[in-house]
């Protein structure tokens, strides 16, 4: 059975950085998926946040766009989303999802607050 576990979220200053972890797990394919990172604030729907392919070309969100850097590991089965510069407006629970099998981890929460 896959599993997504994300990590590193927390409460963090307006202007700090972040990295989030998303472990895949139950499957020998990650190289071959097509991952995401999302969010969802309160009161709003889940949105794209960044997305890489297996091919390793990635989207970003306009949102994000210049502030956050999705990468991937594939010999650890890891998905990383390093956020810099971080506002208040990028509060949210963030999922990690394989795209092409639409799998979604259980989120971890990300504050920006002073």
């Known amino acids: 059975q896959v599993q997504l576990v994300e990590s590193g979220g927390g409460l963090v200053q307006p202007g700090g950085p972040l990295r989030l972890s998303c472990a895949v797990s139950g499957s020998r394919f990650f190289s071959g998926y097509d991952m995401g990172w999302y969010r969802q604030a309160p009161g709003k729907e889940r949105e794209l946040v960044a997305s890489?392919?297996?091919?390793?070309?990635?989207n970003y969100a306009d949102s994000v766009k210049d502030r956050c850097t999705i990468s991937r590991d594939n010999a650890k089965n890891t998905l990383y989303l390093q956020m810099n510069s971080l506002k208040p407006e990028d509060t949210a629970v963030y999922y990690c999802r394989i795209r092409n099998g639409d799998y979604w981890g259980q989120g971890t929460q990300v504050t920006v607050s002073s």
């Open positions: 890489i392919s297996r091919g390793g070309n990635t």
